[in-house]
């Protein structure tokens, strides 16, 4: 059984800075891709980053996090981090990871994942 663990999330001003980091262990399994989504309440969940493997280690962002978030990780470890930059308060969401397993399409869509993380809160106060 695939387990996917998030930490680093809290209450931070606008303008700061948080970094998520997520470790998948459990099972045997090799990942494709890690990715990382937020859901804010009463919206659906939306992709924010993703970092694929077996394409050089490509990276994906969401248009509106370009600049300001960026997407790392170690694939022998089974880890990605999320480095965010200049926060502010729409970035208020349940931060969640994602592994991709599968050789399907990739990478920007919550179908495209096979298993997924806990979340971890992220608040950012005005």
């Known amino acids: 059984q695939v387990q996917l663990v998030e930490s680093g999330g809290g209450l931070v001003q606008a303008g700061g800075s948080l970094r998520l980091s997520c470790a998948a262990s459990?099972?045997?399994?090799?990942?494709?891709?890690m990715a990382w989504f937020r859901q804010a309440p009463g919206k659906e969940r939306e992709f924010v980053a993703a970092?694929?493997?077996?394409?050089?280690?490509?990276?994906y962002y969401q248009d509106s996090m370009k600049g300001r978030f960026s997407i790392s990780g170690d694939n022998a470890k089974n880890t990605v981090y999320l480095q965010m930059n200049s926060l502010n308060p729409e970035d208020t969401a349940v931060y969640f990871c994602?592994?991709?397993?599968?050789?399907?399409?990739?990478?920007?869509?919550?179908?495209?994942?096979?298993?997924w993380g806990q979340g971890t809160q992220v608040t950012v106060s005005s």
């Open positions: 459990g099972g045997t399994f090799s990942s494709t891709a």
């Open positions: 994602a592994v991709k397993t599968n050789r399907g399409s990739c990478c920007q869509n919550v179908g495209d994942y096979d298993y």
């Open positions: 970092l694929r493997w077996r394409w050089g280690d490509a990276t």
